[in-house]
């Protein structure tokens, strides 16, 4: 009985348990079709080479729909990969497999393998904040839900700090696009999350909203031109968007 009790235990703790990456899961730099992306949606922030030094991110984690196809969405900030080929960003990937949703926090010095936060948990509804920094050959991330907070730092060779983001992507595994989960639509920036200074980034001298920045809209299509996710225009004080799934791939 003992033994018995040990087991549903274990499998009740697996159960609830975070699936953890697919290996080989990347979120990478913008895979651009056009004027449209293969994998980006959202808004970005461009500037000369050295320039773009700092980003701040925020989004209410939306509940993914699952059927029983495998499928993938990553929400995220972050400095350079719109025009660069380097990331240093963090955020939440969701992923619907066997019909069932997960959600993990994570980090990545692309091209370095993407890094599970494993002691930050994150559920549907959470408000989760990102910034990164640069100063000194280091870039500094930090990533906030609620109570819990990780900070980690790393340098990139080859980073052009050339623009910022707040994005929502279909992550590749082994150098493939998966298909986009159906997140219905997720909120970014202050006017949604309350969190200040988001989505600002800092480009040469001046820090602000990304629209007053000239920030970038993106969607995201499929290789047929068809659109799988877009944003909508920014809000008045350029903080602030949203973005719809249209399509799975």
Known sequence: MK????????????????????????????????????????????????????????????????????????????????????????????????????????????????????????KPYDIVFVSVSYSSGLFTITLTDGTQKYTTSGSVSGAQLSSAECITERPAIGGSLTSLADFGTVSFGNDYTLVSGTCYATVGSTTGSFGSLGAVSITMTNYRGETLAAPSQLTQDGSSFNVTWYASK
Not at 25 to 37: C, E, I
Not at 85 to 112: D, I, R
């Open 3 to 122: 033994r018995q009790l040990i087991l549903l235990l274990f499998v009740a703790a697996f159960a609830v348990a975070p699936l953890a990456f697919t290996q080989g899961t990347a979120v990478g730099p913008n895979l651009r079709m056009g004027t449209a992306s293969l994998n980006w949606a959202g808004y970005a922030v461009t500037g000369s080479a050295g320039s773009v030094t700092y980003v701040a991110g925020s989004w209410v984690v939306p509940t993914i729909s699952c059927t029983k196809q495998t499928t993938y969405v990553a929400f995220w900030a972050g400095i350079d990969g719109f025009a660069s080929n380097t990331v240093e960003q963090a955020g939440v990937l969701a992923q619907c497999s066997k019909g069932s949703p997960s959600y993990s926090a994570w980090y990545e010095f692309y091209p370095s393998p993407m890094v599970t936060i494993s002691r930050v948990s994150v």
